[in-house]
């Protein structure tokens, strides 16, 4: 409805109704002319209608929606299925074009604004979360291993004769293979134990430019968001260092963005040294289904060199979706959830630690991770070292996921390199361990259910563990033949 419309309506209704209605709906549009005038995350959340107004004003603008559209191409926005229509808001195109994730298309108006303007609202939160330097950001419809993929293809052609990327360990299967995708030699190198902690070895990440040679390295591949005992990457140490050695920087901060100190890391590297971009996942920091990343850095040409990398058009889903959220939730309703989660993270330190005790272990303490936790588990591992990963199987058959239960010793080989100790971040950590996270929407009642029914499982393991050992003492009090045999089984 504009104005002309309404002026014709006040012939069939009251002038005075068709006036109020005016109002309630230039209400809505006066939201969204200030989103297309600033770019930025609104501060209050839109309603669920101003949102789909704004969304069915896009659609409109493209052409497989035009009233008498005649298309004789072989992508014309064509859906069999008006349920898929309508779970995309009849934005069919996508984003981007053939050679450029990041332009405009002729015949999708409204997904073109809708690409533009969300990349502009994700770099404005990217900055409210703490990275206020941030230059320029974009939504790619993969998730953070291939998006890391795409960084490294990207720098291939700035240094074309690198053949390495130097790793700070970490034991997430998609990091590493993120750069064999791409055809790079991953050199791993080892953390330092400090404390219970697991750290960045700088000299050892020194000796190895030097062995190399820096003109064969692509870059560091460093991390922030991890798993405890692991704690984020010296970053400030390690920007500092590509800057010295001209070494370009990419920074993993998978589920950082919840972090205001993965956050602050990432803007100090910057501004002490060299970071070339970071990436971070949607779904793991803005609470939106898996599929989609972003792209970021400080330097704008060379994240544009990026998603010109991107080949072909790209779907538009992740970028909607991450828009919606953000519209929704408005910058407070974000800030709250980070707000929330970081409080969240001090009462689920305080439970596990008391859990801990109860039951003869121990928080391992592990400070500078601000979302990860982690609690020993030597008592199980004392008995067997079935014991430790049957814990994790009755957490998950007992509904509590996200939990993991690292037992000692594993290997996993990936490409070529076998890492042993896999899943502890090293190859001789002090113990086994449990971790929980408190990541964002995490409540306090996932905490206290989590709380009980992890204790219930460590009962019933401590109490079949005694019931075995009793067993075993019985047996081995009779025939020695017997017994040997009993004792095989128990052992």
Known sequence: MNS??????????????????????RSHEQLIRHLLEQGKCPEEGWSESTVELFLNELAVMDSNNYLGNCGVGEREGRVASSLVARRHYRLIHGIGRSGDIAAIQPKAAGSSLLNKLTNSVVLDVLKLAGVRSVASCFVVPMATGMSLTLCFLTLRHRRPKARYIIWPRIDQKSCFKSMITAGFEPVVVENVLEGDELRTDLEAVKRKIEELGAENVLCVHSTTSCFAPRVPDRLEELAALCAETDIPHIVNNAYGVQSSK???????????????AFVQSLDKNFMVPVGGAIIAGFDEAFIQEISKMYPGRASASPSLDVLITLLTLGASGYKKYLSERKEIYSFLAQELKTLASTHGERLLHTPHNPISLAMSLDGLQAGSDKAVTQLGSMLFTR?????????????????????????SHSESYPCPYLNAASAVGITREDVTTCMKRLDKCLKTLKKDRGFLLQRGSQVCSGSGSVGSQHMLVIL
């Open 262 to 276: 993965c956050m602050h890391l990432i803007q100090q590297g910057a501004r002490v040294g060299r970071i070339d």
């Open 399 to 423: 509904q509590v996921s996200g939990a993991r239960v690292i037992p000692l010793g594993k290997e996993q080989t990936i490409g070529s390199h076998t890492f042993r100790g896999f899943m």
């Open 4 to 25: 002309e419309n309404f002026t014709i309506s006040e012939r069939i209704v009251s002038p005075s109704y068709i006036r109020q209605g005016s109002q309630a709906r």
